[in-house]
Nanobody, 124 residues
Framework: QVQLVESGGGLVQAGGSLRLSCAAS????????MGWFRQAPGKEREFVAAISRVGESTVYADSMKGRFTISRANAVATVYLQMNSLEPEDTAVYYCAASRYFQLMTTPQKYAHWGRGTQVTVSS
C-alpha cells in the first residue's frame, strides 16, 4: 500500500500563503487519484481538492475555488496544495489521501490511504 507524509503547514497571517506537500512511498503514486481534506477542532473532515492520476482533472470545494490549487509531480511522488488568500476559517489539520476509484471522489470514505496530517493556523 501507499504511505503518505504531509509537510509545509505552519502559522501564517490572514491573506498569506502556504504550500503543502504530500510525499508518497510504497506504491506508484500514479495508480491513485489524490485528495486533500481538512479537519478543524470539533468539525467533521472536509473535502478540499482532488486530482486525477496524471493530473489532467481536478475538483475543488466551492469555498476553495480560486484560492487553492492542487497539483502533482508523479516523477517525485509528490502532491501539492498551494493555498493563497488564507483566512482564519482555513485553520485546520490538512490531510493527504489516496483513492483507487476511477472517478475523482470528494468524500473521505472513498479514500483508503491517509497521511497523519499537517497543522495550518491562520491568524487574524
Amino acid at each position: 500500500q501507499v504511505q503518505l507524509v504531509e509537510s509545509g503547514g505552519g502559522l501564517v497571517q490572514a491573506g498569506g500563503s502556504l504550500r503543502l506537500s504530500c510525499a508518497a512511498s510504497g506504491r506508484t503514486i500514479s495508480n491513485y487519484n489524490m485528495g486533500w481534506f481538512r479537519q478543524a477542532p470539533g468539525k467533521e473532515r472536509e473535502f478540499v481538492a482532488a486530482i486525477s492520476r496524471v493530473g489532467e482533472s481536478t475538483v475543488y470545494a466551492d469555498s476553495m475555488k480560486g484560492r487553492f490549487t492542487i497539483s502533482r509531480a508523479n516523477a517525485v511522488a509528490t502532491v501539492y496544495l498551494q493555498m493563497n488568500s488564507l483566512e482564519p476559517e482555513d485553520t485546520a489539520v490538512y490531510y493527504c489521501a489516496a483513492s483507487r476509484y476511477f472517478q475523482l471522489m470528494t468524500t473521505p470514505q472513498k479514500y483508503a490511504h491517509w497521511g497523519r496530517g499537517t497543522q495550518v493556523t491562520v491568524s487574524s
